[in-house]
């Protein structure tokens, strides 16, 4: 193929990733940057004015059995890292979002927060280990799942963004200054001063995006985690104990702690990145899939195909493909990687759990239900 033929592929498939993405916005449940392939697909046409950002992330979550054996709440010298192998895997890695997960410009007026049926209309979903956290069209945050330490105990506040961590959250407010809540035993919900693009939760720490394109950590740094480099980004995304983020130029820097290479990225320029547990995963610039880090579950094993969204989980990863429906790989115990039919403008993987926002702007989780993660506030009664 020849470079002008390959340049005409390109622009068709990112007019075609445009065109589901307007589709999602055209009824306002998804705002401009609700996913980061989204915003870049209409900078390439000039047609938005958007911002990038986007969470997919949610990348945490508790033992097999429901326990809190695997709390963050750990002394300064515990690793809360412990995969091992698939025979043995007791994997407490937590990763959030990014997810997903990012500026969403949700409007903050009097429209009312539920749709058909009285279910939440929600523009923006955030999976974290036991919990998750949503954004609804008016700004609100709810919560469900575990709350143990107050973690789904959101605060009045209105918000644009939320990403849910292992045992707290941190979220963007309309005004782009952050608060957090839940646990705090290594500062990770007490955030930084300035304004904030998105932010993004993971085990013990949480890094944000500002609106200077620089990142700031905070909470635990034991491997570096927050310790972020000093260059401009567009979008980042915190794991369990590692982050990502895409530069201006495209390029990606990982920093934070890298066995198994999960900070090693597979490849140099990528259109937006997710990381899990002990991996990381990105959509390439022809909007196919590579993953890096542990393999313990086949989470580095992408399906082919293209898809706008992805997000990475505790031992698994789901994606939207062009047609809206979902597709998971990796680690299935519990169901997080059988997702249901139908069509959907953003998914949200936690550790052993995975939420979904469909075109009407409802919710459907699939996996472990032991603390009621699965079962988001508009299904609570059915």
Excluded at 77 to 85: A, E, F, I, R
Excluded at 98 to 108: E, H
Excluded at 266 to 274: I, K, P, R, S, Y
């Amino acid at each position: 193929m020849g470079i002008l033929e390959m340049e005409k592929t390109q622009i068709m498939k990112k007019r075609e990733r445009l065109l589901v993405c307007a589709s999602h916005m055209a009824i306002g449940l998804i705002a401009a940057s609700a996913l980061s392939s989204c915003d870049l697909a209409m900078d390439d046409f000039n047609i938005l004015d958007a911002s990038s950002g986007s969470d997919t992330e949610t990348y945490i979550g508790g033992d097999a059995d429901g326990d809190a054996d695997t709390d963050s709440d750990s002394d300064a010298d515990t690793d809360m890292d412990t995969d091992t192998d698939a025979d043995t895997d007791t994997d407490t890695d937590a990763d959030t979002d990014a997810d997903t997960d990012v500026d969403t410009d949700a409007d903050t007026d009097s429209d009312t927060d539920t749709g058909g049926g009285g279910e939440f209309v929600i523009v923006q979903l955030s999976a974290g280990a036991s919990h998750n956290c949503a954004v609804t069209k008016g700004g609100s945050v709810e919560c469900w799942g575990k709350n143990n330490v107050g973690q789904t105990t959101a605060p009045m506040s209105l918000f644009k963004q939320v990403s849910a961590g292992w045992e707290h959250n941190c979220g963007v407010r309309t005004d782009g200054t952050v608060e957090c809540w839940g646990s705090n035993m290594w500062g990770q919900a007490t955030p930084p001063g300035g304004t904030f693009d998105h932010v993004s939760a993971g085990t013990e720490h949480t890094c944000g995006l500002k609106t200077d394109g620089s990142v700031e950590c905070w909470g635990h740094d034991f491997a570096g985690q927050a310790t972020p480099p000093q260059d401009t980004f567009k979008y980042i995304s915190a794991g369990a104990n590692h982050n990502c983020g895409i530069k201006m130029d495209d390029t990606i820097a990982c920093w934070g702690k890298n066995d198994w290479g999960r900070a090693t990225p597979a490849e140099d320029a990528l259109d937006m990145v997710t990381t899990g547990g002990a991996h990381s995963c990105a959509l390439r610039m022809d909007d196919t899939i590579t993953c890096w880090g542990a393999d313990n579950y086949d989470q580095d094993k992408p399906p082919e195909g293209d898809f706008v969204q992805i997000d990475a989980g505790g031992m698994n990863n789901c994606g939207i493909k062009l047609d809206g429906s979902v597709e998971c790989w990796g680690n299935d115990q519990f169901g997080q990687s059988s997702p249901p039919e139908g069509e959907f403008v953003q998914v949200s993987a936690g550790w052993d759990h995975t939420c979904g926002t469909k075109v009407n702007g409802s919710i459907e989780c699939w996996g472990e239900n032991y603390y009621g993660q699965s079962t988001p506030p508009s299904n609570e009664s059915e």
